[in-house]
């Protein structure tokens, strides 16, 4: 039979995990933690104000070239300097067609798109890289619908000869790329990340 101390530990437990969630920590992370003891030394000495806290500046380099998946090409790469990530520099872009729940072709939105700061997919393999980085409300939209997040600022040529953008989106448990045909029509929870200007 459990003591009333195991339940109050493991109440306490619980409630240190859903506040790790809400900060964008994951199982997997939190389980680092758990194996790596010396890491709880560590915050334990920033928590009783015996080390300095210096905060990580994640810079994305927006120029490289990107990653290209097995037989594919990069048809552009639209270049963006350095960008110092910051979720509030980062807006959804839907269509008229998109904002009123119909589809619009990737071609047409292409052209639409052009001239526009897209985000290419350096940032989107970054942020899968570190996936603590993205903001709880990219994975649904007011409506609870999954986004599926375009980088447009990189159009790949598949083997077949057809043109891809790439997305970001959340699945079961766990953040991962997917990316759609150009011939294809984007809905409303197919938004392009733009720079906020």
Known sequence: MA??????????AHKVCLAAEEQGYTPELLNTLAENPTLFSQMLKVQL??????????VIDLDADPFVPNNWKVEKHQQGGSFKWDP???????SEPQRKEKSIEGNKLRKELEGKPVFN??????LLAHPHLIPEDWKQDEKGRTRYIFFWGTIYRG????????CLYWFVG??????YWLDYGWDVDDPAALRAS
């Open 121 to 126: 997919a350096n940032l989107l393999d970054y």
């Open 88 to 94: 509030k520099q980062v807006q959804f872009y839907l």
């Open 3 to 12: 003591t009333k101390s195991a339940f109050s530990i493991v109440g306490l």
């Open 49 to 58: 104000g015996h080390a300095e806290v210096k905060l990580v500046e994640h």
């Open 174 to 179: 766990g953040w991962g790329w997917g990316d």
């Open 159 to 166: 083997s077949d000869d057809d043109l891809f953008v790439r």
